[in-house]
Structures are given as structure tokens and as C-alpha cells.
């Protein structure tokens, strides 16, 4: 009898941030109940951070040169990139050997696109390469045509960039716009290109229907793949709700929130979330505490603990009948939940299209990287949201936020919104359905990687 073939094996190895981890273990997930074997590659102070890690697949450990702390332990930014590159290249490259020799044998690394790096190893080992951008395609072809410099930065006059529509300065990732203020950041970002002519495949976190004419002009740049939305099937998938998911491993506050939730109205709560990393100084706080209390709205509003003292004082007593602040939610699930009616966001790449994949429509407020190029897509291009105008400071008007969630919740506007919110949750949910555009990429990828390993 002929031997079984062994699955293929890939390493899937995200930059260590939520942002870039949540959408990378999700494919990961995808790809295993395809029949592919996946383990995850991270550094041990990330693997200790995030709780996400005990339930899913097996995980390796490398080391960024600091494994007792994260990058704000290095005494710079370039500090932390040099270092992470020398010390992640000879960790990976021993990880490798290791899992090579032990019966393991790596076929495929998948890895986040701003660790260009990795490229040099996988060629070492005449390993498959597929790189993993976390962002929207039209904010991965700014960044190409930076990296190529077809965009002269800092972006002053309106830009055109092939497959978007016009765009103004405002409406440019952060460090475009102002790469002063952030000098390590548009170096990694536009180095993403540097190599992309050797990598074998190119998998970008977005949909076909989504981005269309974007992902086409890539298309004939480089192999590239749209593979998302990368967020939890089960609930894209209709197969269970939050509120009968009794598996779904919560966090004691994330009880609570569901709780708060299955107490609402359908369709009657506000949600507001600033992701993983956004920094709100004490201005923008108020301005977004006085927007959400004045909308006289239920809210659900996720404060990170290292956020906290910035909130009004008086806020949490004043507003404690009609709404709740905790530090961390499991957001897939309140998002999915039918209680929302609106998504407060600052327009991170996960948080826009898992809002868009449940159909919530958005109130986006901007405050750094990408989700300018975000925001500028939900309200004009994709028109399932309003912006609240941000000036180049950051600096926006509570007042403004109040008149955007009650447009959206109870506003003319807000008719057109919901109806356009429904389309592209249906778009979202058909490309991950079996046949569907980004499922059939991803089984393209598979059936190459089945190939190798036959
Ligand atoms: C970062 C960047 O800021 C973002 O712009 C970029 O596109 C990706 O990397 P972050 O700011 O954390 O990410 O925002 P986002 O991309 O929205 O990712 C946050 C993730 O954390 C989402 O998957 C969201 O579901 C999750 N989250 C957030 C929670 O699970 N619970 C929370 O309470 C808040």
C-alpha cells in the first residue's frame, strides 16, 4: 500500500502586535481545516501577552533579541527593527533546522509583510514564500508606490495612485502624510515591496468584490491573492450566534458585556473601540465622552486599562444606566451580536472589515497608520459610514461624533447606509463561502502547497 501522503507544513509567522496576530491566525485556522498543517511562530513575550494562543494550533518561539519585554523595551525604534532582524533570522533559521530534523519538515512560511526580512530565510532553504499583508489592498499599493517613490512623501497635494480614486493628504496613511513623526514606520512600510518580485505568493487580508479594481492592478504586478475577511468562520458562516456559543472562551468582562448586550433592544447599541494600540490624549477623550453621552444611545465602550485615567471624571457615574466601559471585549462577538446598531471605530484594518462582515455600520474617527486610507473608503467609497472630520493634529468635535451616530442610527443618511452595511456583509460572507472568490484563492494556495509535499 502506497504511504499517506504528509500534509504540507507551513510556519505562520505575524508581526507581534493584535492587529497583525488576530487576521494571521484566523487564515491559519482556515488553511488547517483544509488539511494543511500550520504552527505558529511568535516570540515568547508576545506568546505570554496575548491569551489567545493556549486554545489554537501549535505555537514555536524565536526571539526578537528582547524577550523580556516588546519593542518599548528597546532604547529606539531602529534599535528594536535591527535587532529584531538579526536575532529573528538566526532563531528562525534554528527553528527550521529543528523541526526539520525532528520529522517536521517546513514547506512554507506565510509571513507578515512587514518582516521583509524573512524572505532571506525561506530562500536559504529553498522554502516556499508567501508574505501576508494585514492592511487593505489600496493602503498595500500607496505603500508600493512609496517604496518605489511614485509618491513623493510628506504627501502634500491630492495623490493618484492607479486603481483608487483620488485622494487627498488627509486621506493617506499616517506615515505618509507625516513621516517625521514617525520615522521607522514608513521605512518598514514601504520596504514591504522591496523584494516582492522573489516571493512566490502574495496574500492581502481583503476580498475580490471589496476592492476590485485595486486587486486587479496588483494582480499584474506580483501573484497576488485576496484571502479575507480573516475572521472567525463559525459566525461568518451563520453555523452559531454569541449568544449560544457556550464555547467560546470568554474573558470574565467579556461575560459581562455579552450580559449588557442580551439586555438590549435589537439594533439600538452603540459600540466604540479604538483597537489595540490608538492613544487618545486627554482632548480627543472628552470630545469622544461628551459625542457618546450626548447621543443619548445605550453604549458598550472598550477603554484599555492603560487608557483609563483619561476618561472625564464623573463619566462612568453620570452615564452607568446607560452604558458600560470595560478594558477588553471579544469583539468578533459584539460585533455579531444583534444588539449593534452602530460601530464608533477608529478604522484599523480587522475592526473595518469585521464591522463590514456583520454588517454594522460605522462612525470612523481616524487617528493614525492606515485608518485615515480606512476611514476615507467607509464613508466614500464603500458609503457604509460617516467620518467625523479630523483635523492633521487628530483633533475632532464631540458634537460632530453625536450627529454621526444619530445619522447613522436614526438619520436619512443612516437608511442608505444600513442597506449598503447589508450588501457588503453579504459580499464578505459569499467570498469565504465554499466557491467563493477568497475561498477559492485560498484553495489555489493549498493545492500548490499539496504538490510540494506529493
Ligand atoms: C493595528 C493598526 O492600528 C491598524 O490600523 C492596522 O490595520 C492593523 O494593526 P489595531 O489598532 O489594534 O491594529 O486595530 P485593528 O486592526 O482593528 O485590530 C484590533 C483587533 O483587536 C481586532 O481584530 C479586534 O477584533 C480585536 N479587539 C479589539 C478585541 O478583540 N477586543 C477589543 O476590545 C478590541
Known sequence: MEPKPRPP???????????????????????????????????KFCLNSFQQFSDSMPVEIISDGFDDGDYASAESQEAYWSKFKRAGSETLTKLIEKLNSTGFTVDCIIYDALMSWVLDVVKSFKLVAAVFFTQSCAVDNIYYHVGKGLIEVPVENRVSVPGLPVLEP????????????????????????????????????????????????????????????????????????????????FKPETDSCMNWLNKQQDHSMVYVSFGSLAELDAGQMQELASGIKESKKPFLWVVRASEEAKLPKGFLEETSAKGMVVPWCSQVE???????????????????????????????????????????????????????????????????????????????????????????????REAVKEGGSSDSSINEFVASLNQLSN
Open 334 to 428: 459584539v460585533l455579531a451580536h444583534k444588539a449593534l446598531g452602530c460601530f464608533v471605530t477608529h478604522c484599523g484594518w480587522n475592526s473595518t472589515l469585521e464591522a463590514l462582515s456583520f454588517g454594522v455600520p460605522m462612525v470612523a474617527i481616524p487617528v493614525w497608520s492606515d485608518q485615515y486610507t480606512n476611514a476615507k473608503f467607509v464613508a466614500d467609497v464603500w458609503k457604509m459610514g460617516l467620518k467625523v472630520d479630523v483635523d492633521e493634529k487628530g483633533a475632532f468635535k464631540g458634537e460632530m461624533v453625536q450627529h454621526c451616530i444619530r445619522q447613522v442610527m436614526d438619520g436619512e443618511k443612516g437608511k442608505e447606509i444600513e442597506t449598503n452595511s447589508r450588501r457588503w456583509m453579504e459580499m464578505a
Open 9 to 43: 507544513h507551513c510556519l505562520v509567522f505575524p508581526y507581534t502586535m493584535q492587529g497583525h496576530i488576530n487576521p494571521m491566525q484566523n487564515f491559519s485556522k482556515n488553511l488547517v481545516s483544509k488539511g494543511i498543517k500550520v504552527t505558529f511562530v511568535t516570540t
Open 170 to 249: 488627509l486621506d493617506m496613511p499616517s506615515f505618509v502624510q507625516n513621516p517625521g513623526a514617525y520615522p521607522v514606520a514608513l521605512d518598514v512600510t514601504a520596504d514591504q515591496f522591496s523584494d516582492i518580485d522573489k516571493v512566490d505568493w502574495v496574500l492581502c487580508n481583503t476580498f475580490y468584490e471589496l476592492e476590485e479594481e485595486v486587486i486587479q492592478w496588483m494582480s499584474k504586478q506580483m501573484r497576488f491573492r485576496a484571502i479575507g475577511p480573516a475572521i472567525p468562520l463559525k459566525y461568518l458562516h451563520n453555523e452559531i450566534t454569541p449568544e449560544d456559543d457556550t464555547d467560546n472562551g
